[in-house]
């Protein structure tokens, strides 16, 4: 009998991940409905598609096939997607955008308004993340990241530099105070690394996978540590203890898939980007500390 192509998502999903819970979850389905469907499919099928272990699902070489026509099917959809959108000739319809938590609360979130304004046709679906979306399979439209090496199947544009600092609390003192960590998860352990070098393990009071989390902590007197310039000169409660730090400075990069480059919405919402920051630079690259805010 023909499958399904939520079955085949299906079966791509717990191939992936192992297990049915975080693959029920990534689907929105319930843990019990993907188990019966799973069930349904192998005897839909007279086949096996994953040997049940203590560790977890392991795909058969019939389960390993259908995840990775599953990919290909998705990746044709995606695609199409894509060639549609960039039909598009005016502004208009949903724009996914991704983005950190930082950049959005400090950066992007004033943009919005002054973009729906100008654009009211497009929609924005705005996804907060620390994680890099794949935008080849459209998680995501436009990414606004802070990377070196932006992932080579993306183009986009270099819009500033961000500069990083060693930040305290105002009567913080650099010489032996307890530190706070990004961890290793955070641009892959650069930061870490940096905190290393300047305090034993012994000094370092918290790790942490988030800028906004590690901002937090400084402020709440946990450590000192680094912090994006644009954010920590912006806090009455922190002083610089540092200059910016040239082994920490990155890029702030708008990217998008090479199909979608074209697509009005998209070409409107990273011109419209790139100039609001364009007057940012300053501050983004640590030149001119903002006045301090509450």
Sequence with gaps: MPVAWDEFRLVRAVAERGALAPAAAHLGINPSTAFRRLAAVEAALGTRLFERHRSGYVPTPAGEAMAAAAARMEEEVARFDREVA??????????????????????????????????????????VSEEALNLSRRDADVALRATRDPPPNLVGRR???????????VQAEAADAAWVSPSEAVAG?????????????????????????????????????????????????????SGPEPDLAGSLWLLTHPDLRHAARVRAFMDHVAAEVAPLRPTLEGRRPEAPSA
């Design 189 to 241: 352990g650069l930061f870490a690394r940096f905190v290393a070098a300047r305090a034993g393990p012994e000094r370092v009071a918290l790790r942490i996978n988030t800028v906004q989390g590690l901002c937090e902590a400084i402020v709440e007197g946990v450590g000192i540590g680094p912090l994006p310039c644009y954010r920590g000169d912006r806090i009455a409660a922190l002083r610089r203890l």
């Design 159 to 169: 819009i500033a530099t961000i500069a990083w600092a060693v930040y305290g609390r």
């Design 86 to 127: 960039d039909r598009a000739l005016t502004p208009s319809g949903t724009l996914r955008v991704t983005a950190a938590a930082t950049l959005v609360t400090d950066l992007l979130m004033p943009m919005l308004g002054r973009f729906r304004a100008r654009y009211p046709a497009v929609q924005v679906d705005l996804v």
